[in-house]
Structures are given as C-alpha cells and as structure tokens.
C-alpha cells in the first residue's frame, strides 16, 4: 500500500473524510452558515483521538488502563515518599473524588500504591506510591514521553509553543 504523498489528507481514510471534503459539502448545502468551527473542532477531535490511542496503548502493555497511569504519574510528580489525600489527587487530576475511589482500589489490589492514616488528622487517608508503583511510574513516564514525541515529531519548538497557547485559550 502506497503512502499519501499529501501531509494534508495523509491517514485520513482511518479517521473519516478529509476535513476539506466535509467544509465544502457543507458550504455546498447551507452556503448560509460557516462551517470553519466544525473543521477546527474535527481537528481537535482527530488529533486527540490519536493521542490518547497512542497513550492507551503504551499503557497498557504494563497493565493499566488511562485512569490509573494517571494517578501513578500524578503522585510520581510530587516527589520520592510524599502523599496526597483522595481529595488532592482528584483535584490535581480535575475528578470526583467517587471517582477516586475505584481507581485507588485498583492500584492498592495491584501493590502499586498504599493508603495511610494522616498523622494530622486521623480521620483522612494519605495516598503514596510504593516502591513498585515508583518504579512502575518511573518506566512509564520515559515510554509516555517517547510516544508523546512522536506524536508531535511534526512540529518545530516554536509550533508547540504556539499550539499550547492557542489550546489553552479553548480550554481556559
């Protein structure tokens, strides 16, 4: 199979038609409207599903699903030994705490993480990664970041800048 010479519509076929295609058939059939938000959130939608297919599958050869390699990286980033209530860690992963739940039961089944009582207040828990969970997180991040850079392979330095400001303009 012959590759797509044009970058514009390269790999397209997987994700449905060219977006070009879907602008002019609607400007063909209601020239009354701009159809130019459908192409850039079609683009969005395009591009993170190919992102998150590329994460999912790096992830998952370890055995975890998206939720979970979110909460390993998430408590890795803090540091060596340092916790995060249930609270804290969904609100540094912007979920429901019942959310949460379920996902912790996961990682503590798994020996990847463990819940101790806060010294300061006996009432709540306090979330650690064990040593596995360290490690694990640890292995996952520098395939996560390898994945992530192919991805974005296409794009100079200052192209990622750019993309990251204009993304958070949509996302602020």
Do not use: Y
Request: hydrophobic fraction near 40%; glycine fraction near 10%; proline fraction near 6%.
């Amino acid at each position: 199979m012959s590759q797509d010479p044009n970058p514009k519509t390269r790999g397209q076929a997987s994700q449905g038609a060219p977006l070009g295609s879907i602008l002019e058939q609607w400007k063909r059939e209601r020239p009354d409207l701009d159809p130019e938000p459908m192409a850039v959130c079609g683009a969005l939608r395009r591009a993170n599903d190919r992102v998150r297919t590329a994460i999912e599958g790096n992830v998952a050869a370890s055995g975890l699903d998206g939720p979970g390699f979110d909460v390993l990286l998430t408590l890795r980033r803090q540091g060596r030994g340092e916790t995060l209530t249930p609270s804290e860690l969904a609100g540094e992963m912007m979920l429901s705490t019942s959310a949460m739940t379920n996902r912790l039961d996961r990682l503590e089944k798994r020996g990847l993480i463990e819940r101790k009582a806060d010294p300061s207040d006996r009432r709540s828990l306090r979330v650690a990664l064990t040593e596995d969970g360290f490690a694990l997180a640890d292995e996952l991040v520098v395939g996560h970041l390898a994945v992530e850079e192919d991805l974005l392979a296409p794009l100079s330095g200052a192209e990622r800048v750019e993309l990251i400001r204009l993304l958070e303009k949509i996302g602020a």
